[in-house]
């Protein structure tokens, strides 16, 4: 699958100090145990819909885990409320739309995808 | 009870059995315990381990984003569990959850704790490699305390209850299998009697097996038992019955028996040993001593036994004991092996005066008490064993003995022969010794005498006691001895030699006229090897026909012519020539000579009968006929034969003999007589006059002719006695019937004397001597011529 093989990037806001971050970074930011970024600026993760692949590929390639772990990784979490998952954009496109137009938001799209507008400051290539 | 159920295997069983159970289980139970001990606290550990398993994955979230009340729900989760005390959750920088579970207690409560706290390092979620936080949880120590307590009781319990179980199990099969049967066996042992022949028997349920098996066994080893006690008393039983026999024996014999040590200690003895040796009756206490006994030569005992004992062979000796009455006994000694000897003691007195009277017997003589030639030698052996001194040997003879036992009998002679031997004795000294070797021959051994002067003044004592006459049942006996002498040692050292010596010396004696005793000289011994040499030449003469026969005419004196004649034997000895008649005639008739001679006279005789009697000269002869010719070397159915067979008759031949064949056996020298004169013969009594024949033997005796001695003949001119005796002589002939004819006829006075007598017949060397056949025949042609008769007679013819 063309789409498959494509790479998945993380990206931020252009206007944001911070030009690369390391895959624990990413992992604590969109898994809940951190919503600031090292320079200290609050970051808000965007998620896909569930049903994306992008979605599935990205979480595949940054923890190793499927799908239904992450979901019931989240499933613990939510009952203290302590942490909660990142916030939901429809697509790619509203995604980089969002990242684009707020300072703090974060997300990830397949690296075709992107545009000048977004900086990238993560990779997963496909395994 | 007690004691023997304590004692019995039953009761030793069941305290091994539970002693060795108890203490098994107590080390099993100990090890089960601890293993169990082990075993619950692993578990209790591997269930903390587990529970931290339940809750690692949500620890780890709840710590990955640090959420506290994630982790405090964790924690009161695993305070739920009984086992679990406390439980923190620590992260690298704080502590983010911490609980316990009240009315618990911890490792810091109770001194030892029996399981150790856990603790769980808890990873990142996303992360193998990063250490978020750390979960510890503390046991609750009572209740792991309690687990394990209950656990091992519970094991221990088990396995206690299963250890009585199977020691109770096998003291019942002890019981039943061993137990049970032994005491069976063992009640059945003590009930049987074994003597009796009863068996054991086998328990039923043990039929084959080692019970069964034992009980065969016990039967066996009871009846091997039984019979080796039956033997054993049938054993005991003969010996019993040997040793009263035995004991009976020892007690009963006759035989005193004894038994002794070396040292003479009498150890043991029976009633006839005290008897037998006189045995002190106060001795026959505790330690009797064979010294007790009265021996005469006690050591000689002890010798012996010690001899005995050394040499381990049987020793036997003769002792005397010192009673009133003489006592000898014999005891026989064998060596018992153990230093002791056996001694057969026996009485042997009357074996020993036996023996004494027997030696006393053989050396004695019996008819005078003389010692006889056996006592004479022991008694020269003894003078021999002791000193050497001079002494004489005397051999006495009685003279003519022979004569006076055959004429007027043996018990006359006996009586002689003590007469004789009394007067001996009253002829010695005491110190001199007197025997009786032969029938009238003694022996009489002067002590101490060396000469020739001190043995004749006995010789002359003796022959002076002989002289005297024998007064023996009304009968006077002269007689007289002969006596040689020889002395000791010079004659001979040992008494053969001596003897020998005497004995010549003694015959010497008895040929020498008018010399009655004689001391040994050596020439005797020569002369008499000269008699055995002639005696030698003599018997080879009448095979080398050296013999010749003379005649003497026999005259008749009334008619002057030749009758006959007397056949004189004489022998032509090569060397020395004609042998007169006295040298060779006594010695051919002391040995069996005389009877050669005598057949040999016989038939010379009968030829020249024969001879004379084909010349038609009526001549008869008569021939000397020795007492030892008569009757088997001369008998009668020989002389016929003899006769016969030259032709000739029983007339031609007379037959000379002297008194002295009428003497010496009187029944048989009749007989022989009797039967030549029925067969014809006339007889001749030669030499008559000289002999001790007293004139009724010229009746008894059955004879023709008395030839009257020369010496009466020789003697008749001057002798008035000699001449009435010869006139008594023919007077009494011619009265009887018989013939006469003189003797020794030297001159014719004696010639005229005899006439006057009516003497019919003579011979002598006024005749003619004997002369050879051929002369004779010559003498017979020329024929006699007498003078007529003289008035008296002159003095001094004499012929020779």
Known sequence: MASAADDIVVIVNQNIGVNKMSRDDVIDIFLGRSRRLPSGVTALPLDLPSTSLEREQFYSRLTGKSMGEINAYWARLIFSGRASPPSLAMSQEEAMQMVADNRNAMGYVAKSKVTPSVKIIFELQPE | ?????????????????????????????????????????????????????????????????????????????????????????????????????????????????????????????????????????????????????????????????????????????????????????????????????????????????????????????????????????????????????????????????????????ISSFNRSFLLLTHFPADEHGQSPELAHAPWRDHDLLIKTIEACVMTGANQSVDLELDTEEPCWLNVILADSGDGQVQGVVSDVTQVKQSETTALQMVVTDSLTGLPNRLGLERYVLTIQCGHRDPCALMLVDIKEFTQINESMGMPVGDKVLKVAAARLMGCIKKTDWLARLGSDKFAVVLHGVSTPAAAENVAIRIIGAFRQPIEIEETSITSGCDIGIAFYPADGADLPSLLRSAEFALSYAKTTAGKDFQFFMPEMVVTAEQHRKLETELHQAIQRDELRLFYQPIIDLQEGRIVGAEALVRWQHPTRGLVPPDAFIPLAEKTDLICGMGLWVLETACRQLAVWQAAGQQLYLSINVSARQIPDALPPGLILEALKRHGLSASALALEITEGVLLSDIAEGVNWLKELRDAGFRVYMDDFGTGYSSLSYLKRFPIDVVKVDKSFIHDMNEETNDRLLVQAIVAMADALGLQVVAEGIENECQISLLRQMGCRYGQGYYFSRPIPADQFDLLHQKGIHLSPPKARCDEGEDFG
């Open chain 2, 1 to 265: 009870m007690i004691n023997p159920f304590r004692k019995g295997i039953l009761f030793g069983t069941i305290i091994s059995i539970v002693g060795t159970a108890f203490c098994v289980s107590a080390i099993f139970i100990l090890m089960v315990a601890f293993v169990t001990a082990a075993d619950t606290r692993k578990d209790f550990a591997r269930h903390m381990d587990e529970l931290l398993d339940t809750v690692e994955s949500t620890a780890s979230v709840a710590c990955f984003v640090e959420d506290k009340q994630l982790a405090a729900e964790l924690v009161s989760g695993l305070l739920k569990n009984r086992v679990v005390s406390r439980v923190v959750v620590q992260t690298a920088d704080k502590e983010l959850a911490r609980g316990e579970r009240a009315g618990s207690y911890r490792a810091d409560a109770t001194p030892e704790p029996m399981v150790q706290a856990v603790s769980r390092k808890i990873v990142s979620p996303f992360s193998k490699d990063k250490v978020i936080c750390e979960i510890s949880m503390e046991p609750d120590t009572r209740e792991a305390n309690r687990l394990v307590w209950e656990n091992v009781y519970f094991t221990v319990s088990l396995l206690a209850l299963q250890l009585l179980f199977v020691a109770v199990a096998v003291v019942l099969i002890v019981l039943y299998f061993v137990v049970r049967p032994i005491r069976a066996l063992s009640n059945n042992l003590h009930s049987i009697d074994a003597a009796a022949g009863e068996k054991l028997l086998s328990p039923k349920e043990h039929e084959g097996n080692e019970i069964a098996r034992l009980t065969d066994d016990i039967n066996n080893l009871v009846g091997t038992l039984v019979d080796a006690l039956q033997n054993e008393q049938q054993l005991r039983t003969q010996q019993e019955i040997n040793q009263q026999k035995y004991r009976s024996i020892f007690d009963n014999a006759g035989s005193g028996i004894f038994i002794a040590d070396v040292d003479g200690h």
